[in-house]
């Protein structure tokens, strides 16, 4: 009040007298106390009266907005657009389903909350607040106490002494990401509808930064899931039950159901029929079996099609040094510390992701899956007609140097090995840097020794991590691993490391269960990279994806240096459905009991309008999600039914053909 | 904001004049509704530069009109708001602690530094009403609502839609569950009670207290549980019970085979007695856990507040919903609570609401007049109500206790309160011997109850008042003056049928004259620490922590309510009776000593007589150890709630009180904290009971 105050005087100074022909004092004197009555109002006043005549109007509509019925949104989403159709839990409770198997969600990567128990200084007052979900407050309060916090110990992989965050725990941890950003929320509400409640939905929240194993060295986590699990049968009368893993959370309930039946102290020590004995069926949805591309540009230069674009329009901005920002480093650095990124990195090498010159995917085309919206379940043929017109894109490099390199055949390029080439050290004076990287590490002549190789396939990506990223491969190498396995019986699979990856483990023998992988299709997803080298400067990252590589045409499938197929915006397809395509249909080596296996697309379909908030019908990666046709295939589920009863598979895209050309053997 | 701060600026910057066009005409940009005063402004402009001087004054005059009144609102507003935001904005900019201002370490951090380190698992159990209820299913009316919290949090609910709000909360009146259609659940989780509103904390403090020392998710629980319902149906339709076995036995595992500790408050402690007497059951009415579960899974028990005998509070709550405090407010503001202006009638929707829940029948004195009197004696008798006061700052061990209290004996009043006139109707018959009462025998109350007249004037039935025909609520009123601990419950039975029907099936309030009566094997008795024998687990041990100091309800005095209209409450607590000064009577209410909900008697009695040594309702000899805290009001507004309260809930923190549970937890015994710690005349109380043991 006493600033406003004190700069008062100056403003109403009266102003210098433009009329100059006065006739009399006295009128004049009045005039003059009149002209500094009105200046009185004139500057700050008017503010004043401004804002608050604003704040009224906002308290007034905020009043207006909360003495609003309920249901009034509702009635103007109809009058516009039409009745709306029921949410699947109302329609499906009308049909007379009603709550039946006890239901576990197992969230993704990054989707969970994470919240502080103990920190550091600069951490204070934030106890038992989320550092991870929520409104994100505190990163920008203070963003390097921030960093430091969710970062992990890069030795361990566990927590840095004097810092403990922790998963939040319950339905909460990842109901909503940010508020108003639904994850579990549209689902959980449906479920409720048919009459689930919290004794019969369990959210297995994890810390998904840790290594899975390490979820259970450090909280207990695969052990509280196997103890709710077994409370919920018994609670339910020996219903068996449901799990919903999405995301990593599809891998790491893979990881969770050899452990829980393998012997202690590694596993859980269920026994062999435990799971037979608890799970009805595993409904993954947009699980990353097989691994995304979008992990490897993290790990390497922690960017992605959204950084890359923004940076093409705006060159230099994220890279300034100014204000010390170094967003990317600081990024880097923390993700780096993260071991649960590398269970995301394409496992099965060449044989799976294809090779210099051959992919799966090989001629898919990019602008077809316009054309095909209409069209589902005619896949077949759909493929066949555009096989002449274009040359097949090579998928198999998920990253290249260089346009070029992306597109010559493989005999016209020239590599040289980069795996003796000597890192050499950083001339640069590394003390300037406040930022650690692991690129600080290396001399100009490793970076130009990887630029040299141009390209990698998925199985070469591992060598080229393991030569960016060493700290991180050998920590995170301990607890995941990437190859596909000759003979399943070797008992070197008993360890935990391969519990995670499908192509090295064999499913539980439990013939009843059901596994559904449920993802999006339609959305074009990053699959391959073109890289570039960054001018040397202090403090950088050395490579970065090439934003001005662009395909020819409008059809291509390269823009702004990512080479893009269809999927969920995240997980390619052949990652996501392979497994159930393929490699687990019918008794294979990797699914001896011949557990039934069912895929789900679901076609994207983007919002009809602003209304709809995030579609009722989307195929992106989170916002599946929120799908009505998804949310109701759960729920029947859910209720007793079994994969044949949903009507088996429901195909969009071209997995099968795609499945045929992997050869592996089964 | 960021706009409005930049129009400030602007303003600033610029020259009068044109400041004030830039203000006005973003103005003019946001909102359409200030034409009006546009209009003005633009006169102001034309009119600056026509220079005839009678046309300007006039102008001016008129504007300076113009300014009044919605104007200076306006800038009142916008003025305070900005101030509001300035101060906002330095309060966000400061330094977490400030240089000068030392905050008292905390106690967590005082036993980190001393070497504690989290030991046992710890698992909390709240008590009735501040665990948090959010809506799973509910009528069109709570649309919008789904997983909200109903009960706890902001409560804005209530005042958006009351009626929708009650009839969520209520339960099924026959059967003690939901009704159809409603599901209202138990918030599960740490969040269920580490604050019962924002600000107001109940567990948050200890939690943070257990972090300090290494407690986190996997060794911390909280049990949480719906307290509407009788302790048996949160089985029945939650599974409450299996989960917190289940939650134990993993806790147990995950942290290396350590013992648990249970910290229950309030009425969590005869929610977990129930739980250890259900858990060695075999199932189908227990847990099947067999005997000695608790031996293997429980280290020590550490109630707070604990509520094992009852509270008369719950009493002058079922019979006219209305504690202490509303009493003095209608004594205050006559009316205001009857009228029916708006029909308000607050009193009879609580009554009704809280009239379906079973877990305040189990709040009832339990051990009738053996522990809490009779009409001529009570165990606190000789109680002095000024004693907390002049005791403050003596410290204390038993013995000299004993002897303070005997010597404070002789300047007492000759005539003893009688509190064992849990209700008494009239100040007269709150004195009288109790041979000059009219008596009748209680049982005849339930045979003169519904007679026939029972009139429908009143159309909808409101309380179970509206069923009783006003002659015999006028009768239970004259033919007997005063009820003990006994007749009480035959009085309930009387004025609240349904509610005691219901709740009798899961709830015992007598004494077990032979513990090994098979029928003590029913789940109604596992609540009363009375009628049940304590597990065989010889290495556990029980805790009662709680404040004196307070002064605490015991017995009321009552009066027909003068209003005889439809829908009232015919009793009402008759505030105009005070006692002369140093007298424990006041506004209607006789005080003793306790935590202002629980007094002494209840909280210690069990540990301090009936469960000590080897005694038949404890034939292990499970060791118990009371502690008590003398409450003493914070010293300073930052103080908050106090770091020395004694009071019910504020008493979670205390420091002395967190300190304990710390060091327990961490895997010190009784015996190490200091055995017992009395400072009220709990054992002088506790000989005086007759109960055989």
């Not at chain 1, 006295?26 to 804002?51: M, P, V």
Request: net charge neutral.
């Amino acid at each position: 009040m006493s600033f406003l105050r004190r700069r008062k005087p100056k403003v109403s100074n009266p102003e210098p007298q433009i009329d100059e022909d006065d006739d009399e004092k006295e009128k004049r004197k009045r005039k003059q106390t009149a002209e500094k009555k009105r200046h009185k109002w004139s500057c700050i006043d008017s503010c004043c009266w401004l804002i608050g005549f604003i704040c009224s109007t906002w308290w007034f509509l905020l009043f207006m907005y909360n003495a609003m019925p309920a249901s009034f949104p509702q009635y103007v989403t109809e009058a516009i657009t039409g009745p709306l159709p029921d949410p699947p839990g109302v329609k499906l409770k009308k049909e007379g389903l009603e709550a039946k198997h006890p239901v576990v969600f197992v969230p993704g990567i990054v989707t969970g909350g994470l919240e502080l128990w103990e920190g550091h200084q600069c951490a204070e007052g934030l106890f038992r607040k989320r550092l991870w979900g929520g409104t994100f407050g505190d990163l920008y309060k203070r963003p390097l106490c921030w960093v430091e916090h969710m970062s992990l110990d890069n030795e361990t992989g566990l927590d840095c002494p004097g810092i403990r965050i922790r998963p939040v725990s319950g339905l909460v941890a990842a109901d909503y990401f940010a508020p108003g950003y639904f994850v579990w929320a549209v689902l959980i509400a449906n479920l409720a509808r048919i009459g689930y409640e919290e004794k019969t939905m369990y959210m297995a929240a994890y810390d998904w930064r840790l290594s899975f194993q390490n979820t259970e060295v450090r909280d207990q986590s695969l052990s509280r899931i196997k103890s709710n699990i077994e409370l919920m049968v018994a609670t339910n009368g020996g219903k068996k039950v449901v799990v919903i893993p999405h995301s990593m959370g599809a891998l790491y309930f893979l990881h969770f159901m050899k452990w829980v039946e393998a012997p202690t102290p590694m596993g859980g020590g269920g026994g062999s029929d435990w799971c037979s004995k608890h799970i009805k069926a595993v409904m993954n949805i947009g699980g990353p079996f097989l691994g995304v591309p979008k992990a490897v540009a993290g790990l390497f230069s922690i960017e992605a099609k959204d950084i890359a674009v923004a940076r093409s329009f705006a060159p230099g901005v994220l890279d300034k040094d100014v204000f010390g920002l170094q967003t990317l480093q600081h990024l880097m650095r923390m993700t780096r510390t993260w071991d649960s990124t590398m269970s995301m990195i394409p496992k099965g090498g060449d044989t799976i992701w294809g090779g210099l010159d051959w992919s799966p995917e090989g001629f898919y085309n990019c602008s077809a899956k316009k054309l095909k919206n209409d069209s589902p379940h005619t896949t077949g043929q759909n493929r066949k007609r555009n096989n002449g017109s274009k040359a097949g894109v090579n998928y198999g490099r998920i990253v290249s140097f260089g346009k070029h390199a992306a597109e010559l055949h493989s005999s016209e390029i020239e590599r040289i090995d980069f795996r003796d080439a000597i890192k050499g050290n950083n001339l640069a004076n590394t003390s300037d840097c406040d930022v650690w990287t692991e690129y600080h590490e290396m001399g100009v002549g490793g970076v130009q020794a990887v630029a040299d190789y141009k390209v990698y396939t998925a199985g070469s990506i591992l060598d080229l991590l393991h030569f960016v990223a060493p700290k991180l491969m050998e920590r995170g190498g301990a607890h995941f691993s990437h190859g596909i396995a000759e003979n399943l019986e070797d008992p070197k699979y008993e360890h935990y490391k391969y519990w995670s990856n499908p192509l090295e483990t064999k499913l539980p023998n439990a013939p009843d269960m059901e596994i559904y992988s449920m993802y999006g299709v339609g959305i074009p997803t990053e699959r391959a990279y073109v890289y570039k080298l960054t001018p040397p400067a202090e403090c950088y990252i050395p490579f970065q994806i090439d934003a001005s590589a662009d395909g020819g045409n409008e059809d291509s499938c390269l823009k702004g240096g990512v080479f893009s197929v269809d999927g969920d915006e995240t997980v390619p397809i052949l990652s996501s459905g392979f497994m159930c395509a393929k490699a687990w249909r019918g008794k294979t080596r990797f699914n001896p009991s011949g557990i039934r296996t069912y895929i789900r697309e679901y076609d994207h379909a983007p919002p009809a309008n602003l209304l709809e908030g995030r579609g009722t019908q989307s195929g992106a990666h989170v916002d599946i999600l929120g799908n009505f046709a998804l949310i109701e295939d759960v729920i029947r589920v859910a209720a007793g039914a079994t994969g044949e009863e949903l009507g088996g598979d429901r195909l969009h895209s071209d997995i099968f053909e795609w499945s045929e050309e992997i050869d592996l053997q089964f | 904001m960021a706009l409005v701060l930049r129009l400030r600026k602007l303003c600033y910057v610029e020259p009068a004049v044109k400041c004030s066009s830039v203000g006005f005409q973003s103005c003019d940009d946001q909102t359409k509704n200030n034409e009006n005063k546009d209009e003005i402004f633009n006169l102001s402009k034309v009119e600056e530069s026509v220079s005839e001087k009678r046309r300007k004054k006039k102008k001016i005059k008129r504007e300076a009109k113009e300014w009044s009144c919605i104007n200076y609102c306006c800038w009142a507003i916008g003025y305070i708001c900005t101030v509001w935001w300035l101060l906002l904005l330095l309060y966000h900019s400061l330094p977490a602690t400030l240089p000068g201002f030392k905050v008292p370490e905390s106690p967590g951090a005082r036993l980190r530094r001393e070497g504690l380190t989290a030991l046992h698992p710890v698992v909390l159990v709240p008590g009735i009403v501040t665990g948090g209820l959010e809506l799973w299913e509910g009528r069109s009316c709570a649309e919008g609502l789904f997983r909200k919290r109903l009960w706890g949090g902001s409560f804005t609910e209530i005042f958006k839609r009351p009626l929708c709000w009650l009839e969520h909360l209520s339960l099924h009146n026959e059967t003690g569950l939901d009704p159809p259609g409603i599901r209202v659940r138990a918030v599960p989780g740490l969040v269920a009670a580490d604050y019962f509103a924002p600000g107001y904390f109940v567990w948050a403090i200890l939690i943070e207290n257990l972090a300090k020392i290494g407690y986190e998710g996997k060794n911390l629980y909280m049990a949480a549980y719906d307290w509407r319902l009788s302790f048996q149906n949160t089985e029945i339709r939650d599974h409450a019970l299996s989960r917190l076995k289940n939650k134990i036995e993993l806790l147990y595992v995950t942290n290396g085979y350590k013992k648990v500790v249970v910290v229950p408050h309030s009425m969590g402690v005869i929610y977990f007695l129930h739980f250890i007497k259900w858990v060695e059951s075999p199932p189908p009415m227990g847990g099947g856990g067999g005997a000695g579960w608790c031996a293997k899974h429980i280290k020590a028990i550490m109630n707070i507040g604990p509520a094992f005998l009852g509270v008369p509070k719950a009493v002058s709550n079922i019979f006219s919903a209305e504690g202490r405090d509303f009493a003095y407010v209608r004594a205050m503001a006559p009316g205001v609570f009857d009228s029916e202006i708006l029909r308000l009638q607050t009193f009879e929707h609580m009554m009704r609401v809280s009239r379906t829940w079973d877990s305040i029948v189990s709040l009832l004195p339990k051990g009738g007049d053996t522990i809490w009197g009779n009409l001529d004696w009570s165990p606190e008798e000789g109680h002095n109500c000024n004693l907390g006061k002049k005791r403050n700052a003596k410290p204390s061990s038993s013995e000299n206790n004993l002897n303070l209290s005997d010597g404070t004996k002789a300047f007492i009043e000759q005539e003893p309160v009688k509190y064992g006139r849990i209700i008494s109707f009239g100040k007269a018959a709150s004195e009288l011997p109790s041979s000059q009462l009219p008596t009748l025998d209680s049982k005849e109350l339930l045979r003169m109850g519904f007679s026939a007249d029972f009139n429908l004037t009143c159309g909808e039935v409101w309380t179970e008042y509206d069923e009783i025909n006003r002659e015999s609520i006028r009768r239970v009123a004259e033919f007997n003056k005063a009820y003990t601990a006994q007749t009480l419950l035959d009085l309930l039975r009387f004025v609240a049928p349904k509610m005691m029907q219901r709740a009798e099936v899961h709830f015992s309030h007598g004494i077990a004259d032979n513990l090994d009566d098979p029928k003590y094997a029913h789940y109604k008795y596992w609540s009363n620490p009375l009628e049940t024998k304590l597990p065989d687990a010889p290495d556990m041990e029980i805790y009662c922590l709680y404040g004196v100091g307070i002064p605490t309800e015991r017995s009321y005095i009552y009066k027909l309510s003068s209003s005889n209209k439809c829908n009232s409450i015919p009793f009402q607590i008759d505030s105009s009776a005070d006692g002369e000064s140093g007298n424990c009577l006041k506004n209607g209410v006789h005080f003793v000593d306790g935590d202002e909900s629980v007094p002494v008697l209840s909280a210690g009695f069990m540990c301090a007589k009936g469960w000590r040594g080897r005694t038949r309702f404890n034939p292990s000899g499970i060791a118990t150890y009371i502690r008590e805290h003398q409450h003493k009001p914070p010293a300073s507004l930052l103080e908050g709630r106090g770091l020395e309260s004694g009071a019910h809930v504020d008493i979670m923190g205390n420091v002395a009180l967190i300190e304990d549970v710390l060091r327990v937890a961490a895997g010190a015994t009784g015996a190490e904290l200091g055995n017992d710690r009395i400072h009220s005349d709990i054992v002088r109380m506790s000989e005086r009971i007759n109960l055989r043991l």
